[in-house]
């Protein structure tokens, strides 16, 4: 079965800075995703990457898939308090098959 | 937009009463799944269903666990004893063929 590794569990930055979280798969991934997640609440869908050497960003957030399509990155510029959250990174299995998520990245910014 | 919606938001039960968490996936797609996230823990899958069939589930979905689309737009899974161990935020989704789409989730607390 296909395992998610997410680096690291957790992030604490002062607001400005740059980051990034890493999200590693035991297989190539046909798809994967990126959530983020208050505490308790659902899932905000960020984007989804399917082609090796994609990237693809949104507002502050880049995300990026390896050619190998085994590993994502995702980086926030100039980080804000209102990216705090978990980070959550899903692989989709392809063919219809269900996600796998990893662990979660769980991500402070202070002011 | 097209979304997935679920219904209730929050569900309070007292422990051993059946429970429907309801979800109306997006209107053609075909491809539906359940996934469970207790508090601070991993999002897991539980089942997934097309042509009107289980056609993958997870250990966790046991025979306390049903899934049913009764009618052309709802999809729905029934707890049948409730047990505290199955609170959780309970997220639908449905898939077209590249991408799959989660609703707000139900939390579900068990007392």
């Known amino acids: 079965s296909q395992e998610l590794e997410q680096s690291p569990q957790s992030l604490i930055v002062q607001e400005g800075k740059n980051l990034t979280i890493n999200c590693t798969s035991s297989?190539?991934?046909?798809?994967l995703y990126w959530y983020k997640q208050k505490y308790g609440e659902g899932l905000i869908f960020l984007m989804m990457?399917?082609?090796?050497?994609e990237e693809k960003s949104h507002e502050k957030i880049t995300a990026k898939l390896d050619e190998k399509k085994q590993q994502s990155s995702l980086h926030i510029t100039a980080s804000q308090p209102s990216h705090a959250g978990i980070y959550l990174c899903?692989?989709?299995?392809?063919?219809?098959?269900?996600?796998?998520f990893g662990t979660g990245t769980k991500l402070q910014v202070i002011p | 937009e097209p979304e997935v919606t679920q219904t209730p938001s929050h569900q309070v039960t007292q422990m051993g009463q059946e429970v429907i968490l309801r979800c109306v996936p997006i209107?053609?797609?075909?491809?539906f799944y359940w996934y469970r996230q207790i508090l601070g823990q991993k999002v897991e899958f539980l089942v997934s269903?097309?042509?009107?069939?289980?056609?993958?589930k997870s250990e966790i979905f046991d025979d306390q666990f049903s899934v049913e689309r009764p009618d052309g737009s709802n999809f729905t899974l029934k707890i049948r004893s409730t047990k505290l161990e199955d609170s959780a935020m309970y997220f639908c989704?449905?898939?077209?063929?590249?991408?799959?789409?989660f609703g707000p989730g139900t939390r579900l607390t068990v007392l």
């Open positions: 269903f097309y042509n009107n069939e289980i056609s993958e």
């Open positions: 209107s053609n797609h075909l491809y």
């Open positions: 297989k190539t991934l046909y798809g």
């Open positions: 899903g692989a989709d299995g392809g063919g219809y098959q269900k996600v796998t």
């Open positions: 989704a449905s898939r077209e063929a590249a991408t799959q789409y």
């Open positions: 990457l399917q082609k090796g050497g």
